[in-house]
């Protein structure tokens, strides 16, 4: 078991504290490090909304929420109680300037660390962070968490940074995005600069192409309203995507410091070729689920689960072939694909080694798999190398594709943290290493943004595909085209 650091006393105030995120992954998040040992007893979690809750009512949902979220053997009644008795709650509009500020002044010790987390709107992050200065609660030692999207588009991205800039400084500012906080992320950099093998097989030379899928079994599940004005590009590419698409193509960064890395993937993504209007129609396909089934389930079409609208033009699912115009990477595509409904939930990263130049084996000797690297995020973490080898006993040679397989529970014996956990932990920290920058933010919008005009100029709706598949056969044929194919093999 590894060594628990503590973090620094801290006042955590959470904005939005009876939403689904507040409920779901942040109260379970920091339970698991009251829990561990990291949380120092004497913290304190404030939990602000417009409800109209007392401390025992608001514990009582926490309670709840740890119930529902944490897995049944981590939770400990007796600690889950102690935990909750960390928690109080203020009843206060935060995006009202006369509202009750006082209140929250009154329960902040000036001298601990303060985290304001913002799991609210993006577009109320402006005001609450305008309404968090006017009152005389920012220390030094506070910082501001800010969960994606932010903005909708180049220009509220610039609106709502400028908007919190005024309040906090950029190295108060930590702009969350959860897939960076996975145990297997952060494994892609040990991979890479820690292993000289995996550097120097790590290009041009080596490497024919690189998929990154993120594939989800649910539609949108109650959030019809924010996704429709969302769709799959904005919700999952210009930020969680992106970010896995930089961790790959990086250059090696001179330090791990926060900015050192940070600067590194911003070239990434200024290195992305655009796209011009009409490459935006040939290179990217866009989706939407229809009635399908689910794990031999019925379930309906995206309109359907509207409940609202006869038609939209939301995507649900994206693909894209991605240029990234650098040595390392010249003439290596990144094929990306993201969508609600399909056959499993599923994020890995796919490194697809070259074929043989030439092979001195018998032509019958084996089904000829080229190297591949799969990097899984989730559902199990960990790592797999697909290499050929030779079949045991006598007969003959025949050779066989063989998987090196490292999946981190079973290997390390251990639960990982949720990445939640270690972010939170970090913004207390100060390391900002796993979070995104502003000029990291406003690069990936505008890449992003010339493919959402090009989508915008045309009629056409999404293609659809049945609920329960790899979205629309235009996606497959966007790689097949290429004489490649989706990696599917994720059992």
Known sequence: MPKIIPVATFDCVVFGATGDLTLRKLLPALYYRFRDGQMPPDSHVIAAARSDLDDEAY??????????????????????????????????????????????????????????????????????????GAHGLVTEQSRVVLEKPIGHDLGSAREINDQVGAVFSEAQTFRIDHYLGKETVQNLLALRFANTIFERLWNVDVIDHVQITVAETVGVEGRG??????GALRDMVQNHMLQLLCLVAMEPPVSLEADRVRDEKLKVLRALRPFEPHEALTLTVRGQYAQGAIDGQPVPGYIADLNGPESSQTETSVALKVDVRTWRWANVPFYLRTGKRMPQKVSEIVIQYRALPFSIFPPDAAEWTPNK????????????????????????????????????????????????????????????????????????WSWVEPILEAWSSRPDQPRPYPAGTWGPTAAIALIERDGRTWHEDIG
């Open 225 to 230: 309203g924010y996704y429709d004005r969302s």
């Open 59 to 132: 514990r009582k949902r926490a309670s709840k929420a740890l119930r529902e979220h944490v897995l049944r053997e981590d939770l400990d009644t007796d600690t889950a109680d102690r935990f909750c008795r960390r928690v109080s709650y203020v009843r206060l509009d935060a995006t009202d300037a006369n509202a009750d500020w006082h209140v929250l002044a009154n329960v902040l010790d000036p001298n601990r660390v303060r985290v304001f987390y913002l799991a609210t709107s993006p577009d109320l992050y402006g005001p609450i962070c305008r309404n968090i």
């Open 373 to 444: 690297l799969i990097i899984r995020l989730q559902p199990e973490e960990g790592m797999r190398l697909a290499m050929m080898t030779k079949d045991p006993g006598p007969g003959g040679l025949r050779l066989s594709p063989t998987a090196l397989d490292i999946r981190f529970e079973k290997t390390f014996g251990m639960r990982f943290p949720d990445a939640y956990e270690r972010l939170l932990m970090d913004t207390v920290r100060g390391n900002a290493t796993l979070f995104m920058r502003r000029d990291e933010v406003e690069a990936a």
